[in-house]
């Protein structure tokens, strides 16, 4: 990781504004969500993908109980119920 060169503050809800540019470079636009990774050098955010639990694949991506799958898996698994 390296600086980013912008510093935020805390609010008392535990909020910090992503300064505009960073969302911009990052394509982070709003209701988007953002996954949290924390390591012993601190904490990084990306912008979540949700992908297929089979395939790692992230086109037409579903959920189904929680757990995301793609069309192609999804109808790959359809055939092996109908065999
Ligand atoms: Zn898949």
Do not use: H, Q, W
Not at 38 to 43: C, P, S
Not at 61 to 74: A, F, L, R, V, W
Request: with cysteine.
């Amino acid at each position: 990781m390296k600086p980013a060169g912008f510093l935020c503050n805390i609010d008392n809800l535990g909020r910090i504004v992503i300064p505009a540019p960073v969302r911009k470079t990052y394509d982070l636009n709003k209701g988007d969500a953002v996954e949290i990774f924390t390591d012993e050098n601190g904490i990084m955010m990306k912008k979540y993908n949700p992908s297929c639990i089979f395939c790692g694949g992230v086109e037409n991506i579903s959920s189904y109980k929680g757990k995301n799958i793609c069309e192609n898996c999804i109808k790959k698994l359809s055939n092996l119920v109908d065999e």
